[in-house]
């Protein structure tokens, strides 16, 4: 008999176990006193030797009958207990067929039965709501996710090919991770008739609202016309500062939300003979041929910042070059990153270490860059989208 049959069987059990506690009184007790009330026909030897007989046939008879009593009045009703509990932990939390009926006012055991059947039912139908639940957020999250895959498509349509800027270097690599496959940085190329722009852009904000704000400022960079701002990416700049600012509050409010940029932009005649550099909150570096790293800092205003007025002037700084220099430009998704023993940022002085090293290619420095950047952050979450772009003239 299985357990669920012997547990909803629970109320025959009880009334076998009045009757067998029935039939053990009339045996043990009224055995005797029919003999006492019979042994008046009786002499008294006669009486002696059947109450002798019949003490006799108990103690040999009350090992088993009480082994039998106790299992019917506590072991039993125990293992109904266990074999409920065990149901339960393999997850069959309603192992009845049928509602066990209500039990008697003077048995607990029956009563907590019945409990823990209530029980077991009330868990059932939470965990029924819960999964219901958990299917709901599943297609929700694939919905999500699905929207986020679109929107990196879109998003990677916007910027330049990856292609094309290699074109214009000796050698090079562009490292672009976003945290949630669409993020806030972004990257901008343009070529003019005697040179080229490139630019490290790190907009507020990550995922969805970074990518939309990622558009709008490529939107923005794509409809100056670069010709005028030749050797002149501070320029650039300040053109996208005005158009960050006016677009925000263009809508009427008196508080225009802290949108804007941060970012590295260089501009680089044919001949690479002069490289310009123009920044916001960010900085750019250079390693020449021998390993020695040097640092040029832009300006300490963010473009389309609330604290960066829309009257202000980036400044430009003219960096001599040679064959076989390497510049560096870089957001600070990588430089905050936490990790390591003391959950200390990343830093400069990391990043600085790996690209000092004399790497004869620079797909190798960018393959170091990852596995010393991945091992820091180990178990760490990451907390910020990462773009790290090297260049060699």
């Excluded at 999500?144 to 879109?154: G, N, P, R, T, V």
């Excluded at 260089?266 to 310009?276: F, G, I, Q």
Aim: proline residues 4%.
């Amino acid at each position: 008999m299985s357990v669920a049959r012997r547990l909803m069987d629970g109320a025959g059990w009880f009334n076998v176990r009045i009757k067998m506690c029935f039939f053990l009184a009339l045996t043990m007790v009224g055995a005797p006193l029919t003999i006492l009330v019979t042994g008046e026909t009786l002499n008294r030897t006669e009486l002696l030797d059947k109450l002798g007989l019949w003490a006799i046939v108990g103690l040999i008879l009350l090992f088993p009958l009480s082994k039998l009593l106790t299992y019917l009045l506590v072991l039993f009703p125990i293992q109904q207990l266990n074999g409920l509990c065990l149901e339960i932990q393999k997850g069959n939390l309603n192992p009845f067929s049928e509602i066990p009926p209500e039990p008697a006012k003077q048995d607990e055991l029956q009563k907590l039965r019945h409990n823990m059947f209530w029980m077991g039912h009330v868990i059932d139908c939470r965990q029924k709501e819960i999964r219901t639940a958990m299917e709901q957020l599943e297609d929700a999250q694939k919905q999500i996710q699905s929207s986020i895959d679109y929107a990196e498509l879109i998003q990677k349509a916007f910027l330049p090919a990856q292609s094309d800027v290699a074109a214009v270097f000796k050698d090079s690599f562009l490292l672009w991770r976003q945290r949630d496959g669409v993020g806030g940085d972004s990257y901008w190329f343009k070529q003019t008739e005697n040179g080229f722009f490139l630019g490290i852009i790190d907009c507020t904000g990550h995922g969805v609202p970074g990518a939309f704000m990622t558009l709008i400022v490529q939107s923005f960079l794509d409809r100056l016309d670069a010709t005028k701002f030749e050797k002149n990416p501070a320029g650039v700049l300040t053109a996208v500062n005005k158009l960050i600012k006016k677009a925000f509050s263009s809508n009427g409010n008196s508080a225009s939300p802290d949108d804007g940029m941060d970012c590295t932009f260089v501009y680089l005649d044919n001949e690479k003979t002069e490289m310009v550099f123009a920044g916001a909150r960010n900085y750019l570096i250079l390693r020449t041929p021998d390993g020695s790293l040097s640092e040029y800092k832009g300006d300490k205003k963010g473009v389309g910042m609330n604290k960066t007025s829309l009257d202000f002037e980036f400044t430009n700084q003219s960096i001599p070059v040679e064959r076989g220099m390497r510049f560096y430009m870089l957001t600070d998704g990588l430089t905050d990153q936490v990790g390591g023993e003391r959950r200390l940022p990343y830093g400069r002085k990391r990043f600085k270490a790996v690209i000092s090293k004399n790497h004869n290619q620079m797909i190798e420095q960018q393959n170091e860059l990852i596995e010393d950047f991945v091992a820091y952050q180990g178990e760490e979450k990451r907390r910020d989208d990462v773009l790290v772009f090297g260049g060699e003239l």
